[in-house]
């Protein structure tokens, strides 16, 4: 496929967004994975806290007068929204955004802030976005699309010429991949410029459309997605995305649910960086080895941070499990005196830090005189995990 547009358009957008978004710098982060030579995109610092602003604002800059007096209209699951918002109301244009009805509270809080006129609709993205085309075509609003526009895509392009400005000798980027407008722009803009560059594209286990899509040769249309990422939690890529990622990715993978909750939680420790679940999953594929990035110079675009402070409770607690930082243990125990006491004793030494015990006395799984003791444990890693299994059997205890 031909680009959609000459790299002539992403300085172009980047003039345009020059006093519009945030540069934010690369941040090193050697912790995350021994073998990479990793640093941070981190778009989660961005005005209303996504790269999204990017190519929204520079979308609706490029309307005609006509089109942006008749007022824009947009889809999103909820950074695209804020980014379309923000570029219409700077510009005194009118914007409806029809959201999700799960997207977070935070994110559909913020949109109406920054002016927009909310409508939320029932399902995921790809309901939204077919409300969002019903009321086009009613009312006669201009449509701007989350990722499959040329202009769009070329905005987000910026964050590839940033990159290279910051770090020339990159030699691997990492990117968040949903309906694919953010990699198309960092690929083509990339491979463009410097193409000896590798760009991997990462997506949620839980919504593989893009994957899907290239594996199969053609677009795939998902029946349902499911994931904690609900920044790329989309069905069917775009057409111009599904071409540019054929053409410029050289390889998009996945990543699980406790892999994404792991990478927020190591973000939150290691940097101090809040990280929505879409932006976490470059930093996973790097963080469990999914790309073949090791002793590479490389980057990874957290493409952004609004998460709902009620949904980062829930990933934090699977972050501190997948990364051996919290464990349940049950225990088969003879109901007599001294018995939790003696369990008690051996995690102490093992240096365990006990959360909540439950005891079970009435369960087809013990004997008549026996119960069962789940308890729930601070530790330091799988490691210490497997030793506090090993001096429970020592000792003579049963874990099950």
């Known amino acids: 496929m031909s680009a959609p547009f000459k790299i002539s358009e992403v300085y172009k957008a980047a003039q345009v967004l020059r006093n519009v978004a945030r540069h934010p710098s690369l941040i090193s982060v050697p912790r995350i994975n021994p073998d990479v030579e990793l640093y941070i995109k981190p778009e989660c610092l961005q005005h209303t806290g996504s790269f999204k602003l990017r190519g929204a604002y520079y979308k609706i800059s490029q309307l005609s007068d006509e089109e942006k007096a008749r007022g824009v209209i947009a889809c999103?699951?909820?950074?695209h929204a804020q980014g379309v918002a923000k570029g219409a109301t700077d510009n005194g244009i009118r914007s409806i955004i029809c959201l999700p009805a799960g997207a977070p509270l935070s994110k559909i809080e913020a949109t109406r802030r920054l002016g927009a006129e909310v409508v939320l609709v029932p399902?995921?993205?790809?309901?939204?976005?077919?409300?969002?085309?019903?009321?086009?075509?009613?009312?006669?609003?201009?449509?701007?699309?989350?990722?499959?526009?040329?202009?769009v895509i070329a905005g987000q392009g910026t964050v590839a010429l940033e990159i290279l400005e910051d770090m020339?000798?990159?030699?691997?980027?990492?990117?968040?991949?949903?309906?694919?407008?953010?990699?198309?722009?960092?690929?083509?803009?990339?491979?463009?410029?410097?193409p000896d560059v590798k760009v991997y594209g990462v997506q949620a286990k839980g919504a593989p459309s893009m994957v899907e899509s290239l594996r199969d040769g053609k677009k795939v249309t998902l029946p349902a997605v499911s994931t904690i990422a609900d920044g790329i939690s989309v069905k069917e890529p775009g057409e111009n995305t599904f071409a540019m990622c054929s053409e410029y990715v050289d390889e998009i993978v996945t990543v699980t649910e406790d892999e994404i909750a792991a990478a927020i939680l190591a973000l939150i420790e290691q940097q101090k960086l809040v990280s929505e679940g879409a932006g976490a999953v470059s930093v996973a594929a790097v963080m469990f080895n999914k790309i073949p990035v090791q002793g590479k110079k490389t980057v990874a675009v957290v493409s952004g941070g609004n998460i709902d402070v009620n949904i980062l409770n829930r990933v934090i607690t699977r972050g501190l499990v997948k990364s051996g930082r919290d464990c349940t243990i049950t225990v088969d125990l003879s109901d007599k005196p001294g018995e939790l006491s003696g369990v008690c004793a051996v995690l102490g030494a093992c240096g365990a830090n006990i959360i909540s015990v439950i005891h079970e006395r009435n369960t087809d799984r013990s004997a008549i005189n026996d119960c069962l003791l789940r308890l729930e444990i601070e530790t330091r890693n799988h490691d210490h995990i497997k030793e506090i299994h090993k001096a429970l059997a020592d000792a003579g205890y049963t874990v099950i």
């Open 168 to 194: 020339p000798d990159v030699e691997a980027v990492v990117v968040p991949v949903g309906g694919g407008g953010l990699i198309s722009g960092i690929a083509f803009t990339l491979k463009s410029l410097k």
């Open 76 to 79: 999103s699951a909820g950074n």
């Open 123 to 151: 399902g995921v993205y790809d309901d939204a976005y077919k409300k969002a085309l019903e009321l086009r075509d009613e009312h006669g609003y201009t449509f701007v699309h989350p990722f499959d526009d040329p202009l």
